[in-house]
């Protein structure tokens, strides 16, 4: 079984500053997708970002990028210039060639105003 | 124009009790998932059905039994409901064979049971 990693329980960013969020992930398939979500408050499950292995260019959706190492597992998330709206939990997600999605147990993110 | 809608949203039982939450996605995806979020908030995947057919059946206590009528419905019923059944439960769909199969989620059920 996938196990998806996220070692930071909290982070803390300043509005208008960077925040990199990690995620590491175990797998011994080359081929693979990989997600970031945002639960905030209201508890809805929001996709950030994704990005499919075999891609080497890191994707980015505005303020959010992400920083991919296939040979290290690891798939980052960069959230740049913080808004009080970022504020949320965080999982990374990964998902084989089939259904079953994977999550990390999460990042609260509390941006300070 | 709601994609995925659960109801109901919250949901308070008395334990012994058999209660279902229901599930619908108007996105004409084909394959439909019951999630669990626990106190801790860890997300884990209960069952996944594609065109009405069981896919992911994860190590889920038999008292849950999903049921898919249509592809746009998945039901979870729950049977005989224990303290430790308490928690979110998401309902997600997706289409299979596109190219990242993401998985768009409901806004969740919050079950308490008493």
């Known amino acids: 079984a996938q196990t998806v990693t996220q070692s930071q329980p909290e982070m803390s960013v300043q509005e208008a500053e960077t925040v990199t969020l990690s995620c590491t992930y175990d797998t011994s398939e080359s081929d693979y997708y990989l997600f970031w979500y945002k639960q905030p408050p209201s508890r809805q499950m929001i996709l950030v970002i994704r990005?499919?292995?075999?891609?080497?260019q890191n994707a980015t959706e505005n303020r959010f990028s992400v920083n991919f190492q296939k040979a290290a597992k690891s798939f980052s998330l960069k959230i740049s210039d913080s808004q009080l709206g970022d504020a949320a939990m965080y999982f990374c997600?990964?998902?084989?060639?089939?259904?079953?999605?994977?999550f990390g147990a999460g990042t609260t993110v509390t941006v300070r105003a | 124009d709601t994609a995925v809608s659960q109801t109901p949203k919250y949901l308070v039982t008395q334990m012994g009790n058999d209660k279902s939450i229901k599930c619908e996605q108007n996105?004409?995806?084909?394959?439909m998932y019951w999630y669990k979020q626990d106190s801790k908030k860890f997300l884990k995947i209960m069952f996944s059905?594609?065109?009405?057919?069981?896919?992911i059946n994860e190590t889920v206590p038999n008292r849950f039994s999903p049921k898919s009528p249509d592809k746009a419905h998945l039901n979870l019923h729950i049977n005989s409901l224990e303290l430790g059944d308490s928690a979110v439960y998401f309902c997600?769909?997706?289409?299979?064979?596109?190219?990242?199969?993401?998985?768009?989620f409901g806004p969740g059920t919050r079950l308490t049971v008493l």
């Open positions: 990005q499919e292995a075999y891609k080497q």
């Open positions: 997600a990964y998902r084989s060639l089939g259904y079953k999605l994977s």
């Open positions: 996105l004409g995806h084909d394959t």
């Open positions: 059905y594609n065109n009405k057919e069981l896919i």
């Open positions: 997600a769909s997706s289409q299979s064979g596109s190219q990242f199969n993401e998985q768009f």
